[in-house]
Structures are given as structure tokens and as C-alpha cells.
């Protein structure tokens, strides 16, 4: 048997050992995976094993942009930037371009930035989870919402890989079903947390919006599937015809705009 003398020494150097470990990897650069949530919104409780959800801000695959962000300066910047943004979001009472013309000077340095707006991006994918896995459903609808408007700003603006934001897709995301809110997580993060959240909610229909202000269904809400999208512009969705011709005067003049953009965008892709 050890005695109590020998076993509290063994244990003294253990805890060194491991004090060694811990200091030499906060010494380490923040990046790639190395790279953790700071941020209090994104944390979970003590009780359950931490991941950062895939915060490296990866999920583009573009070969020519991969100068991600490697500094923590460079984070906190994001995260002072995404809270201006919020902030004004709400004030707005959840206008995606009022706050964004609201911070499009102040900010940027982060807007122009593929490496930043990238971080923003898995950010607010990895808080949207967290908050899932809470069950924080209002909050993680949220999180999706902005990711979704991030994610498209920088498809649009950055990338010129989409002729402009599916306004529907982010409105749906704000108002999500748990299918669809868990879907659009799950195929963006880099871990496997959501997949057993997915096998419980993947019955659920997915449900989607009429575009129509004065739809006679509940809040616009129908099954997703009897959907159908403006064929002119595809930029609106509606819950059947009659709301598609009710909905038409104030939609034309948005059609023509966006059917002029996506077309404007198809002939430059040739």
C-alpha cells in the first residue's frame, strides 16, 4: 500500500504537470481548431463536454480565399462589430438593412473583409448550436437568421457567387420549425453535436412563409412543400395563386428589380 506521503507527492507532481500543459497552450496563436468561444453567449454549461461547434471560419471551401482571422484582436473586432449590428438590429425591430447601413461605415474593415465576415458567419452558427442544445429555441432562430444573412452578404458582395439574398430563406429562419432551424445547423457546423437534436425533430414538416402581408392562413405559415416561389424572380414565396395575385402590386416593382439583378448575374457568370 503507498503511503499518504508518497501518494500527496505523486498527486503535487501531477498537478504541475498538468499547470505545464495548460500554460504552454494558452502560449500557443489562436487558430484553427485551437481557436474557442470567449464569448458568453457561445459557452455551455460546465456539466457537458465543450466544443466550439466548427468556429473556424472554414465553410466556403474557396481555394483562393484562405487568410482566416489569427488574432485575437482580429476576434474581438468581429465581436464588437456583430454587437453593434445586433443592437441596431433590434432597434429596428429586426431590420437586416437599416443595421446594416447603420455599421456599413463604422465597420468597414470587417464588411469588406472575407477573412472577418467569415468568422461572423461560424460565430453566430456556433452560438445558434449552443443555444439549440440548451433549448434556447428563440434565441438559436436568432442566431440562424443573422448566420443566414451573413453567409449571403458574403456570397453576394464578397464572392459574387449569388445574384442577391433569399430574403425568404433568412425570414423562414427567423420564425424556423425545429426541422428546419436543426437542418440548417447541422450541414454548417463541423461536429457531430446536433446529430442525435436532428433524429428527433427530422418528422417535423418544414414549414414555410406566404409573402403575401394579407395571407389568411396564421401568420403566413404553411407546409413548405405546397409553397410556391414567384417564377419571375424567385425572390417570393407564396402559399397558393390566389395569394400570389393578391400579393402582385406590391410585389411588381421588387420583381423587376430583382429579376434585373438576377439576370445582370447570369450574363456575367457566361
Same mark, same amino acid.
Not at 500554460?23 to 453567449?41: R, S, Y
Not at 457531430?192 to 414538416?205: A, R
Given at each position: 500500500?503507498?503511503s499518504r506521503?508518497? @501518494?500527496?507527492?505523486? #498527486? ?6 498538468k499547470?505545464k !500543459?495548460? $500554460?504552454?497552450?494558452q *502560449?500557443?496563436p489562436?487558430q484553427?481548431?485551437q481557436?474557442?468561444?470567449i464569448d458568453?453567449?457561445?459557452e ?9 461547434h466548427g468556429?473556424?471560419?472554414s465553410?466556403y471551401?474557396w481555394k ?16 464588437v ?5 445586433v ?7 429586426g431590420?437586416?438593412l437599416?443595421a446594416?447601413?447603420a ?5 468597414v474593415g ?9 468568422f461572423v ?14 433549448g434556447?429555441?428563440r434565441? @438559436?432562430?436568432?442566431? #440562424?437568421?443573422?448566420?443566414s444573412?451573413?453567409?449571403?452578404? !458574403?456570397? $453576394?458582395?464578397?464572392l *459574387?457567387?449569388?445574384a ?13 420549425d ?8 447541422k450541414?454548417r457546423?463541423?461536429?457531430s453535436?446536433l446529430?442525435?437534436k ?9 414549414i414555410g412563409l ?5 395571407c389568411p ?6 407546409n413548405r412543400?405546397?409553397t410556391?416561389c414567384?417564377s419571375r424572380?424567385r425572390?417570393?414565396?407564396y ?6 395575385v ?21 450574363s456575367?457568370?457566361e
Amino acid at each position: 500500500m503507498i503511503s499518504r506521503k508518497r @501518494a500527496n507527492g505523486k #498527486a503535487r507532481r501531477a498537478a504541475k504537470a498538468k499547470a505545464k !500543459v495548460a $500554460v504552454a497552450a494558452q *502560449n500557443q496563436p489562436l487558430q484553427g481548431k485551437q481557436m474557442q468561444m470567449i464569448d458568453a453567449e457561445a459557452e455551455r454549461s460546465d456539466s457537458v463536454a465543450k466544443c466550439d461547434h466548427g468556429l473556424v471560419p472554414s465553410h466556403y471551401h474557396w481555394k483562393s480565399h484562405r487568410e482566416f482571422l489569427s488574432t485575437s484582436n482580429d476576434m474581438k473586432l468581429c465581436k464588437v462589430f456583430l454587437q453593434a449590428f445586433v443592437d441596431e438590429f433590434d432597434g429596428a425591430g429586426g431590420d437586416f438593412l437599416a443595421a446594416y447601413h447603420a455599421t456599413k461605415e463604422k465597420y468597414v474593415g470587417v464588411w469588406k473583409d472575407f477573412g472577418k465576415m467569415s468568422f461572423v458567419v461560424s460565430f453566430l452558427l456556433a452560438c445558434g448550436t449552443s443555444k439549440v442544445l440548451e433549448g434556447n429555441t428563440r434565441i @438559436a432562430r436568432k442566431y #440562424a437568421a443573422l448566420s443566414s444573412y451573413f453567409e449571403m452578404y !458574403v456570397e $453576394v458582395d464578397l464572392l *459574387n457567387t449569388r445574384a442577391y439574398p433569399s430574403w425568404a430563406k433568412i425570414n423562414e429562419l427567423y420564425s424556423a420549425d425545429m426541422h428546419t432551424l436543426v437542418s440548417f445547423l447541422k450541414k454548417r457546423i463541423h461536429c457531430s453535436c446536433l446529430d442525435e437534436k436532428y433524429k428527433e425533430v427530422k418528422s417535423i414538416p418544414k414549414i414555410g412563409l406566404c409573402c403575401n402581408t394579407v395571407c389568411p392562413l396564421p401568420r403566413g405559415k404553411t407546409n413548405r412543400s405546397a409553397t410556391k416561389c414567384c417564377s419571375r424572380c424567385r425572390a417570393a414565396n407564396y402559399c397558393s395563386q390566389e395569394c400570389q395575385v393578391a400579393a402582385w402590386q406590391g410585389h411588381k416593382g421588387e420583381c423587376a428589380f430583382y429579376a434585373d439583378l438576377k439576370a445582370k448575374f447570369e450574363s456575367e457568370q457566361e
